[in-house]
């Protein structure tokens, strides 16, 4: 049924900047449903959907239509959508929006309810549709207490839904509650993957699972069974790749082999695997969680690297594949990768600060890197330095807007444009609702948001 709506009468003070663009602040006080802000999405039809703490916002042509409850397409009682998780619009242009009471989905006209077990309260968390139409929800919990030697200790439930717009699946088999400790990210299920041939893939924190000729098995070759899998991608050539608690497991000809320290990896536990455009698989170890080294598989031989071969300190956060180079982002620094092994950026390629906090590569290809003092772009085999901001900076956000304008959140200073070679600077003094500035986005039309913790602001820059 659907939801009664509340047109709300928008009245609010519009700062002009450069003669002829606005910026308009959206709050609690005058349209929104919290000015706490948990999720977006700007949909195929160009809606602009905003998540709260306290229930779901609709923008559209100008109109805000604030969404606190749904009716119950059952009982006919109203539901509280409370803090929302997810909003997600699959191929059929449905909205889906999630949040710690259910699942409501909007097709355009109505809203329907699925509610999940009250005794567990899961909250949708991942959406992946596959190449036959179905929707593939996650749904987790997470819950932290002590345990008897005052350990902090993290328990996650997670369960698997299935939706083929005719019949929902619940998949038991693969529900279950894990105990961390260390500092293994708190999530259930870690990766879902469609292969060529359509089957699908989920690794989870208790085993890996394959969804194969409409039936859903638990993995159990080897040591595969109930252990801890970090994430699942297929190569090239078809071979599916698994990384996980005891080692990088390959699936291959049906047959599943496995590789750790003593077959020359840099450990046992990998707990990230990625695929690079040559088709490389690279996995990242660590012991008690902490960064041990990359191990690389070029289809044929390994390679592993530790932190003094990558020539970084700390935690490889992340690899950047761009063009044909490889890089290897640290908050020390960055590495490039070639034939001959890794190189560090230093003073003569243009990096001469202590630490940075983000690496970011946009849409057309950019790459940038936020140092303590600086903003660098990677041009040319150099880092050229952008600008040096006026104090200290933490950022939040890169965002590259359909011109190729930058934009660069910060928690404390607001957010910084970069347009026509020349830098300006937004704050609340300027108009903005807050200078903790978490995120950018823009519009179908061109309009580029803010969010702070005090609601958002959009501007027609």
């Not at 000809?253 to 840099?266: A, D, F, I, R, V």
């Not at 390629?349 to 590569?361: A, H, I, Q, T, V």
């Not at 040319?380 to 952008?386: A, P, R, T």
Request: negative net charge; aromatic residues 16%.
């Amino acid at each position: 049924m659907l939801t009664r709506l509340i047109f709300v009468a928008l009245f609010m003070k519009c700062l002009c900047i450069q003669g002829q663009n606005q910026l308009e602040n959206f709050t609690k006080d005058n349209v929104l449903t919290s000015n706490q802000i948990t999720c977006y999405l700007v949909d195929s039809k160009g809606l602009v959907w905003i998540g709260t703490e306290s229930g779901l916002n609709a923008y559209s042509a100008g109109k805000w239509y604030p969404i606190k409850a749904i009716t119950n397409n059952q009982t006919g009682k109203d539901v509280q959508l409370g803090r929302i998780e997810t909003i997600y619009e699959d191929k059929r242009r449905n909205i889906w929006v999630s949040s710690i009471n259910g699942l409501f989905i909007y097709n355009g006209n109505s809203w329907v309810h699925y509610l999940q077990d009250e005794e567990e309260k899961l909250v949708a968390k991942d959406f992946m549709e596959d190449r036959s139409n179905r929707i593939w929800i996650g749904l987790e919990n997470t819950k932290k207490f002590e345990d008897f030697f005052n350990l902090q200790v993290t328990m996650v439930t997670g369960i698997i839904y299935m939706y083929n717009y005719e019949t929902w699946f619940t998949f038991g088999q693969m529900s279950g509650n894990v105990a961390l400790k260390y500092n293994i990210p708190p999530k259930f299920f870690t990766s879902i993957l469609q292969d060529k041939e359509g089957n699908i893939w989920i690794s989870s924190l208790e085993g890996l699972f394959r969804f194969y000729s409409d039936k859903m098995i638990e993995i159990e070759e080897d040591d595969l069974r109930r252990i801890k899998t970090f994430g699942a991608i297929q190569d090239l050539s078809g071979d599916i790749w698994v990384a996980t608690e005891l080692g990088i497991f390959r699936y291959s000809n049906n047959t599943w082999m496995k590789y750790g320290k003593k077959e020359g990896l840099s450990g046992d536990f990998f707990y990230d695997i990625v695929k690079d455009p040559r088709g490389r698989i690279w996995a990242f170890s660590a012991t008690d969680m902490k960064f041990t080294g990359l191990s690389m598989n070029d289809g044929k031989n390994w390679m592993q690297f530790d932190s003094d071969a990558i020539n970084l300190k700390g935690t490889v956060n992340e690899l950047f594949f761009w063009e044909e180079e490889i890089f290897a982002f640290s908050n020390n620094g960055v590495s490039r990768f070639d034939s001959t092994g890794w190189h560090r950026f230093d003073r003569k390629d243009g990096l001469n600060e202590k630490s940075y906090s983000f690496m970011f590569r946009n849409r057309f290809k950019d790459i940038f890197l936020v140092g303590e003092k600086a903003f660098f772009q990677f041009e040319n085999m150099k880092w050229v330095k952008m600008y040096e901001p006026p104090g200290d900076w933490v950022v939040t956000q890169i965002f590259t807007d359909k011109k190729r304008r930058l934009w660069v959140a910060t928690e404390s200073s607001g957010v910084f444009q970069f347009a026509d070679n020349k830098w300006e600077q937004l704050k609340e003094e300027d108009g903005l609702p807050d200078d903790y500035v978490s995120g950018v986005f823009e519009d179908k039309t061109g309009n580029i948001w803010f969010i702070t913790k005090k609601g958002i602001a959009k501007t027609n820059f």
